[in-house]
């Protein structure tokens, strides 16, 4: 695990350096990296979303772009397109922001349906189509979504079969009084967000990345865990306050961040707090709370804290 190790005390270290608090969206996003995931991440505006995943790409030496999603954004804005040479009369491929390493989806749930499943190929099969001909995607390419819980105004909801391409669900939050106060007295210093190289922020190669990902391949879990995972899984299913539970793609996905997360807790072997510290960020979106149940403050981390405090843990 050394690999993993050396890889998240550098990013973690230099991340602080820009970014106050927000040890969840943190910890949760380098192990998206891991895994080779996805992540939705939902927070009002203004809490270092964009921030963190341009300081993450800064940080590994990996290309980023960003997506500001509206309601008129069609497939070609993100994929690119076939154009004319003015020169030789030869088409030749354009290419939109996902050909990327991170590729941040501002407000993604404002793209349209026809954007969206565009958006779905990139992230499920690592590729894009373009006049019928394929193109790969990079290694690393990763998807950060991120949306408003507030202003539903003009969005266009995400699917349940798309939202079950996302590893997890990052909910963030205000900063507490201590790390706002924080927060002011580095921008009275003098730090601008829009000045990252100003910083000067020490970066690791991506092969770095690379390496820990095949650790993170290794670690063990034993088949004690993996019947816990299924038992925590389908007990999602049969909750009286949810019209869906989690799908076998969910405990794959509650499988591999956990094993990111006792990577970076410095253990090639996965513990029971482990999955049980995976369970909210990667079943979150993947679950719908009955309509009569929200009506009465019951909500989907409710739902599954709920659920892991009537599994049986193992010994």
Known sequence: MESVMTLATHLREQMGRVIVGLDDLKTHSIAV????????????PGV??????????KLLQLEFQRVQCTSDLMPAD?????????????????????FTDLLLV???????????????????????????VRHDLSSFFTVFATQNPIDFEG????????????????????PDAREETALLANTQRGFDARALDAVGLVQIPSEHLAAARAAVDRVVV????????????????TRPSLTLGASPRAAISVLRFAKA?????????????????AVLPTLR?????KAEADLEGVTADHTLQDVLREVEVPK
Request: proline fraction near 5%; charged fraction near 25%; glycine fraction near 6%.
């Open 285 to 289: 979106h993947r679950i719908i709370v």
């Open 222 to 237: 034993n088949d004690t865990l993996l019947d816990y995972i299924v038992r925590v899984v389908r007990h999602t299913r």
């Open 261 to 277: 997360l006792a990577s970076l807790d410095g253990r090639d072997y996965v513990i029971p707090d482990d999955v049980k510290a």
């Open 106 to 132: 501002d407000e993604v749930n404002r793209m349209p349906p026809r954007t969206q499943a565009a958006l779905l190929e990139c992230m499920e099969e690592l590729q894009i189509s373009i006049d019928g």
């Open 33 to 44: 990296l891991l895994c080779r995931g996805h992540a939705l991440i939902e927070g009002v």
């Open 155 to 174: 969005t266009y909801p995400l699917p349940e079969a798309q939202l079950d391409r996302f590893l997890v669900k990052v909910l963030v939050s205000y």
């Open 78 to 98: 993100i994929l690119g397109t076939n154009v004319v040479a003015l020169n030789d009369g030869v088409f030749r491929l354009h290419k939109g922001p996902a």
């Open 48 to 57: 270092a979303k964009t921030l963190t995943v341009k300081t993450l790409a």
